[in-house]
Every structure is written in structure tokens, then in C-alpha cells.
């Protein structure tokens, strides 16, 4: 635990257990996209889908990052990652991605990724507005703000491969 780390934020008057809790929601809802897009990289089929699996992987490799760095922030504050794996999936703000019936199907694929971009985008915009009310976490700030950046891009990616 970073004890430094979390006096200095609790000196500033923010709550941190309530930023622990974000925090470890926001590292569930990482997991679990995770989990599906790996999923869907190996499972997704047809012409155009190498292609698109190796897209998918990319954002998969990073929501993998995401998660270790929020990981880092919630111990650095004197919290613990959730420790068991059905806890991820019940204090997820995005607690699944809506795999297509027809794993053929790139642009039910694409959607379904665009639709967990979105998910993930709305978390950490809540989160960096909270953040910025409280204006004392410069530390969790930064990382909540190169977060969003890439979940910008991810949905960004995905909507031009659909051609939106
Ligand atoms: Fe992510
Ligand atoms: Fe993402």
C-alpha cells in the first residue's frame, strides 16, 4: 500500500473507499472485456475475419493494461482487487459483451464491440468528471484520462471498420 499515496488524497478531502469502489468496478468491467474479446478473436469466422480478429486482439492486449493499471492505483489507495471471479461480474458497470449469434457476422461483430467501447467510454467519463469535482487525485486523474483516451480510439477504430 502506497501510504503516502493515499494520505496525500484523503488530505484533499476525497473519499477514497468511494474511489476504491470506482476503481474496482472499472477493473471488472476491464477483465470482462477482456475475457470476451479474446473470445471473440479466436471464435470469429469468414473471409474478413483474420483481419478484424487481429483488431480485436490489439484492443483485448490493451484492455489487459487497463486493468493492471487500475489494479496498481487501488492497492497504491490501500484497497484489494476483487480476489474471486464472480465478484467481476457482479460489480461490473459492463457486465458482458453481446457476442452475435452468427459468429460470421463482422458487422454484428464490429457493433457488439462498438456497443462495449461505449460502455467503457461512459464509466470513465463519469469517472473523470468526479474526479475533476474532487480536484485532489492528480495521480488517478492521469491514468483515468489515458484510459478513456484508448477507449475513445477503440470505438473510433471499430466504427471506421464498419464504415460509420
Ligand atoms: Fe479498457
Ligand atoms: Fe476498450
Given at each position: 500500500m502506497g501510504k503516502k499515496a493515499r494520505e496525500i488524497v484523503e488530505k484533499a478531502g476525497v473519499k477514497v473507499d468511494e474511489l476504491i469502489d470506482m476503481l474496482k468496478k472499472a477493473y471488472?468491467?476491464?477483465?470482462?472485456?477482456?475475457?470476451?474479446?479474446?473470445?471473440?478473436?479466436?471464435?470469429?469466422?469468414?473471409?474478413?475475419?483474420?483481419?478484424?480478429?487481429?483488431?480485436?486482439?490489439?484492443?483485448?492486449?490493451?484492455?489487459?493494461?487497463?486493468?493492471?493499471?487500475?489494479?496498481?492505483?487501488?492497492?497504491?489507495?490501500?484497497?484489494?482487487?476483487?480476489?474471486?471471479?464472480?465478484?467481476?461480474?457482479?460489480?461490473?458497470?459492463?457486465?458482458?459483451?453481446?457476442?452475435?449469434?452468427?459468429?460470421?457476422?463482422m458487422k454484428a461483430v464490429c457493433k457488439a464491440i462498438i456497443e462495449a467501447e461505449r460502455c467503457a467510454i461512459e464509466v470513465y467519463n463519469k469517472l473523470l468528471n468526479w474526479l475533476t469535482g474532487v480536484k485532489a487525485d492528480p495521480v488517478t486523474f492521469h491514468i483515468i484520462r489515458h484510459i478513456l483516451q484508448e477507449e475513445v480510439e477503440h470505438e473510433d477504430l471499430f466504427e471506421t471498420i464498419l464504415g460509420e
Open positions: 471488472a468491467d476491464e477483465w470482462i472485456a477482456f475475457f470476451y474479446y479474446s473470445w471473440l478473436a479466436k471464435m470469429i469466422k469468414g473471409l474478413e475475419s483474420p483481419a478484424i480478429a487481429s483488431k480485436i486482439e490489439e484492443i483485448a492486449k490493451e484492455e489487459l493494461e487497463h486493468q493492471g493499471e487500475l489494479a496498481d492505483r487501488i492497492i497504491q489507495l490501500g484497497g484489494e482487487p476483487p480476489k474471486k471471479f464472480e465478484e467481476l461480474v457482479k460489480i461490473a458497470n459492463c457486465p458482458y459483451v453481446n457476442i452475435p449469434e452468427k459468429l460470421e457476422d
